[in-house]
């Protein structure tokens, strides 16, 4: 055990995004380097004749026994089994880390130094499970170094834990078998749920703006580093994170977006699709794992990854042929926040070869029916004001808006404009001033349009819904088709003839309404006449006297009723007439006291004929 001693030091290195990493290593050995190569064959220099061949895959290695096999258990047994213990050959073409990892494995047996990492901890540490360097061969062997590496230094380091979970790609099932791959991911994750107050290691953070000197630690510190994994180990981490519900929706899908930015295509710029370059159809492959991957990690709460985003995934995974499920998950999730979307978020190229134009509105038309069916189901009768009703018109707006952009693309078909012009129902836009600047701007980038397209692509437009100031402009402008310039014009001319029919109509009412309050004047100045001229002839039948006084007395009593009964009746005809032309008149404050006044005297007249007939 003298021969050999381990040194635990630091050093620099690039790793990612060209940053400094402080990563641990191990040295073992103190030998040097005597083993060289000739042919197909790796030697080591020694006075000794070599007794043992080691084949594999297409290397041989010439060793001695008196070396290896006091540590390796494996090769013990395979050399007892030999009949020829001077010169053995074995083949160990299953070994895990190949060549490179049994190299590391017999140098440790010649004392020669070797250096030990993250980057070839996981190869060395499968090859010495496999040649057996355990303590039950040698006490302090191979493998009680390696894991007293692995726990106090691998394990405690943030990056040194993500470097050796990816090496466990190529090792897959022994990293999983050694408990590797568990044991990384519950270190990585440990540090992700630290709160970043207390992170002292070192991180990859390039977000334009930061400086590490002067801020704070961000939230998703650890977003960029745990990019580097391959996507199920990087599927692992973040399973290990949601299971813990430590961590907001939005920490998670933000850590889902940086590692798409740094695996997926670059799908929203728009290149003609003869320039394209083919990819080879394993990276293809791996794009559409991928991607199908990271939609089934997406959150459930909306708002946990941007609708930008959504729609960005669902380019890609259309350009990659993706599942139907993905892409059906795609459009729905994208859908529910379609209201945050801008016009930029909607800008996708279309990548299918049958297609010239460049922007994909398939794909919109896709989302915008997803919403709207969405809606509708919501939303049956949508009310002003209403919550329902301010979705759907900047839904409106939002669309609108969009058109006016693709409708630059010389090669867009009015079909394609249609299909999502006409999707949207009549209560989505308040006005159609933008669906109208969508349409001129086709008709202007498209001259020679047939009069039958032009037709089609001004059917979604209401000449009613139009602004006085579109509607000016609409009559002058010679690209519409000369029907929806007549409609326009008409009307124009329809509004104005209702314009005119209003202000006469109002006229003659007040001139008949000024008309008939003089004349229910004059009937209430009549009744009052002819009350006082039945009051006077009551008076003067009182002073004649009567051939009997009861008679009389009841006579008069029964004219009086009578006389009572019709006043009444006409009092209540006079009134109705005055209610009547008091509402048409608008209740004028004029008109009102008029009207009192007389009903006022007419019942003082009453009153006192009355009081005379009671004498």
């Known amino acids: 055990m003298s021969n050999y001693r381990v040194v635990f030091s630091r050093y620099s290195f690039s790793f990612m995004e060209k940053k400094i990493a402080k990563m641990k290593f191990m040295k073992l050995g103190t030998r040097p380097d005597t083993f060289f190569t000739e042919e197909a064959t790796r030697s080591v220099i020694s006075d000794i004749r070599s007794d043992l061949v080691i084949r594999i895959n297409n290397i041989n290695f010439l060793l001695h026994?008196?070396?290896?096999?006091?540590?390796c258990g494996l090769l013990q047994r395979l050399c007892?089994?030999?009949?020829d213990s001077n010169a053995v050959t074995i083949e160990l073409h299953d070994i895990p880390g190949g060549e490179d990892a049994f190299e590391l494995c017999a140098k440790y047996c010649y004392g020669i130094t070797i250096n030990l990492s993250a980057h070839n901890f996981v190869s060395a540490f499968c090859a010495a499970k496999f040649l057996r360097m355990t303590e039950a061969v040698e006490k302090g062997n191979f493998v009680l170094k390696l894991e007293s590496f692995f726990n106090s230094c691998i394990l405690e380091g943030w990056k040194d834990?993500?470097?050796t979970l990816q090496t466990t790609v190529k090792l897959t099932e022994w990293s999983e078998n050694l408990g590797i791959?568990?044991?990384?991911?519950?270190?990585?994750?440990e540090k992700i749920l630290t709160p970043p107050a207390k992170v002292t290691w070192s991180y990859t953070y390039t977000r334009k703006g930061f400086n590490k000197q002067q801020q704070s630690v961000p939230k998703d510190w650890w977003t960029e580093d745990i990019s580097d994994l391959d996507i199920d180990l990087f599927r692992c981490i973040i399973i290990a994170i949601k299971s813990t519900y430590m961590l907001p929706p939005q920490l998670i899908g933000e850590a889902l977006h940086v590692y798409a930015c740094r695996w997926l295509p670059d799908a929203t710029k728009i290149t003609p699709p003869e320039s394209s370059v083919s990819q080879t159809d394993d990276v293809a492959e791996n794009h559409r794992k991928i991607i199908e991957i990271i939609v089934t990690m997406i959150p459930a709460d909306k708002g946990s990854v941007s609708v930008g985003f959504l729609l960005r995934l669902l380019s890609i995974a259309s350009h990659l042929g993706a599942s139907t499920i993905t892409k059906t998950e795609l459009i729905r999730r994208s859908s529910l926040q379609l209201e945050e979307a801008t016009v930029s978020d909607l800008l996708f190229p279309t990548h299918s070869s049958s297609?010239?134009?460049?922007?994909?509105?398939?794909?919109?038309a896709a989302v915008l029916d997803s919403f709207l069916l969405l809606w509708r189901r919501t939303s049956p009768a949508p009310i002003e004001n209403s919550q329902s009703m301010r979705s759907i018109r900047k839904i409106g707006k939002l669309i609108d808006t969009y058109l006016q952009v693709v409708a630059r693309d010389i090669n867009l078909p009015v079909s394609k404009v249609l299909s999502v012009a006409e999707a949207l129902p009549d209560i989505a836009r308040k006005d159609h001033d933008d669906l109208y600047k969508g349409?001129?701007?086709?008709?202007?980038?498209?001259?020679?349009l047939s009069k039958t397209d032009k037709k089609r692509l001004c059917?979604?437009?209401?000449?009613?819904?139009?602004?006085?100031?579109?509607?000016t402009h609409a009559v002058k402008n010679e690209r519409l088709p000369l029907r929806t310039v007549v409609q326009v014009l008409f009307f124009e001319q329809d509004k104005g003839s209702r314009a005119n029919d209003q202000r006469m109509s109002a006229q003659e009412e007040l001139l008949s309404r000024g008309k008939q309050i003089p004349l229910v004047r004059d009937k209430l100045s009549k009744l009052q006449l002819e009350q006082h001229e039945q009051t006077a002839a009551l008076e003067a039948i009182g002073k004649t006297p009567a051939p009997s006084e009861s008679s009389s007395r009841n006579h008069q009593k029964m004219k009086r009723t009578d006389k009572k009964i019709a006043l009444e009746s006409e009092k209540k005809v006079a009134r109705e007439e005055i209610e009547e032309v008091e509402t048409k008149d608008g209740g004028s404050s004029g008109s009102k006291i008029n009207a009192k006044k007389m009903m006022k005297n007419r019942s003082g007249s009453d009153h006192s004929r009355d009081k005379s007939r009671d004498r």
């Open 459 to 471: 059917r979604p437009l209401d000449c009613q819904k139009l602004s006085p100031e579109v509607r």
């Open 439 to 448: 349409i001129n701007i086709y008709l202007k980038e498209h001259p020679e």
């Open 161 to 163: 834990s993500i470097v």
């Open 355 to 364: 297609n010239q134009h460049y922007y994909d509105i398939d794909l919109v």
């Open 181 to 189: 791959v568990r044991r990384c991911v519950d270190s990585i994750v």
């Open 80 to 83: 007892s089994d030999s009949e």
């Open 65 to 71: 026994q008196f070396s290896l096999l006091p540590k």
